[in-house]
């Protein structure tokens, strides 16, 4: 079974501080995606990245997937309160099969006015 | 394009009772997959469907189950709920299977089932 911790599992910072969000295994994986989720809805697809030492940015989200493919991780800057949500991460695993997506565990993120 | 669509959005049933599910794809995607997402538990798998096959499914009981038609919307079901049935249920659709390979997710609302 491939697990995926993410941490801090929750995060509280002052509007216009920067933070950082980890998502580590041990197992690889061919791809990593991050999701963002607001309260009573569901999960929305921020990016996907599928090339070890990969970084792509949106905006103030910057994204970076490991060299060996197995962590990944998701920096924020000057965090507005609209980013407030709980981050997903979600990897598909290295070998092509009938393997479910597997999500992380979760970084509920509060950004204080 | 439309999004992925789950109907109902809420739904309060009892211990006992039965429960249908619904997903619609967003257009030209197969393959549909279905998650439970509780405050302890995270986002758990369910099951995955594809071309009206279950592909994968994931470690829950007998209880739980779905169907692809061939539309490809899903429905899942849970026979005899029980208190802990209680979550919100999530739908994603993808354009290829959801297992192995790059695979991106697209989310639905999701249904909030009670069981009280």
């Known amino acids: 079974t491939q697990l995926l911790e993410q941490s801090p599992q929750f995060l509280s910072i002052q509007e216009g501080e920067n933070l950082t969000v980890y998502c580590n295994s041990s197992s690889v994986f061919s791809s990593l995606q991050w999701y963002r989720q607001e309260p009573g809805e569901g999960p929305v697809l921020l990016v996907t990245?599928?090339?070890?030492?990969e970084v792509k940015k949106l905006k103030r989200l910057t994204f970076q997937f490991g060299d060996a493919r197995k962590d990944s991780s998701l920096h924020i800057t000057a965090a507005q309160p609209g980013d407030t949500g709980l981050y997903l991460c979600?990897?598909?695993?290295?070998?092509?099969?009938?393997?479910?997506?597997?999500f992380g565990t979760g970084t509920r993120l509060t950004i204080i006015p | 394009k439309a999004g992925v669509t789950q109907t109902p959005r809420y739904l309060i049933k009892t211990r006992g009772q039965q429960v249908t599910l619904s997903c619609s794809p967003i257009?030209?995607?197969?393959?549909v997959s279905w998650y439970q997402q509780t405050p302890g538990q995270g986002l758990q798998f369910l099951f995955e469907?594809?071309?009206?096959?279950?592909?994968n499914k994931g470690n829950f009981p007998g209880r739980f189950s779905g169907r692809q038609f061939s539309n490809s919307r899903s429905e899942m079901n849970v026979s005899t709920l029980e208190l802990g049935d209680s979550a919100l249920y999530l739908c994603?659709?993808?354009?290829?299977?959801?297992?192995?390979?790059?695979?991106?997710?697209?989310f639905g609302q999701g249904t909030r089932l009670t069981v009280v």
């Open positions: 994603a659709s993808s354009t290829i299977f959801m297992t192995g390979g790059a695979t991106e997710a697209f």
């Open positions: 990245v599928v090339t070890g030492g």
């Open positions: 979600a990897g598909s695993p290295a070998r092509f099969g009938n393997e479910k997506l597997t």
């Open positions: 257009s030209g995607h197969r393959s």
């Open positions: 469907y594809f071309s009206e096959t279950q592909r």
